[in-house]
């Protein structure tokens, strides 16, 4: 987002909460809490991905070379998207930090970190779906290859 978006939104959040900084600030400052949340959701299933590897990955890969492959990739990949929520959404830095003289210069830049850590959690989000995908497309091969008895 440009500087002149962060103006703009930041003359709508004092508008909407009628020039008060201490509700202008918690209004962001609950646009962060549920991108911490969001991220703590990603990071749960995450270690479910990573702790159901552990016990049935090993019957995944035996099922052919691409079950191998995928499994191999989706983990990794899975293991990509937590990284990148923990270092980029999860990194702690308190936002009385950023208070400064001026609450729109405040709320500016807590729009910033705000943006910055969004664009860290879509990143995240897009390897999870593809570390995910690929984790389920060799369970299906395991799933495809099992032989019936009978």
Sequence with gaps: MTTSAHRDEVARILALTKGDPE???????RQLSVLVLRTQVMLSLSGIVI???????????QTNELARLLVSAGIVIVLAAAVTAIGGVLRL??????????????????????????????????????????????????????????
């Design 93 to 150: 830095r308190w936002l009385t930090q950023e208070l400064r003289d001026d609450i729109s210069d405040t709320l500016s830049r807590m729009l910033e970190i705000r943006d910055t850590k969004s664009r860290f959690l879509s990143v995240a989000l897009v390897l999870f779906i593809v570390g995910f995908s690929c984790y389920c497309i060799a369970i299906g091969q395991m799933l495809m290859n099992v032989e019936l008895a009978g």
């Design 51 to 61: 702790t159901v590897t552990g016990f049935s990955g090993r019957a995944i890969a």
């Design 23 to 29: 509700h202008a600030f918690n209004l962001v400052e």
